[in-house]
């Protein structure tokens, strides 16, 4: 009962949600709340327990508050197919989503 009680409170997947009306990013646990706007978002990877995954930041606190928007991806094959998998279907639509013009 106190893992279920641990995973129901700690563990909880976030889902972000980036608006393109009003260009700002949402994160949604039991509530929305605005994190920041696109003009505000950088992402970049971090390297963490032997993988690394995609997150987002605010670009002048990126490394002191970031936001964990992937899996772990190691170096394996299957990892590396699975990353390039999330790098076609999600990462670069929302690059193109917050008009990021630089080359993915």
């Not at 563990?11 to 003009?39: G, H, N, Q």
Request: a positive charge; one cysteine or more.
């Amino acid at each position: 009962m106190a893992y279920f009680l641990y995973d129901l409170l700690f563990k909880v997947p976030a889902t972000y949600i980036f608006d393109k009306s009003e260009r700002c990013i949402y994160k949604k646990l039991y509530w929305s709340k605005k994190i920041m706007t696109f003009d505000e978002m950088t992402y970049f990877i971090r390297d963490d327990r032997g993988g690394a995954y995609y997150a987002i930041g605010k670009k002048r606190n990126q490394f002191v508050k970031n936001y964990k928007i992937s899996n772990y991806f190691t170096d394996s094959k299957a990892s590396r197919k699975r990353e390039e998998e999330y790098l076609e279907k999600i990462f670069h639509p929302i690059l193109r989503t917050i008009g990021n013009t630089a080359n993915p």
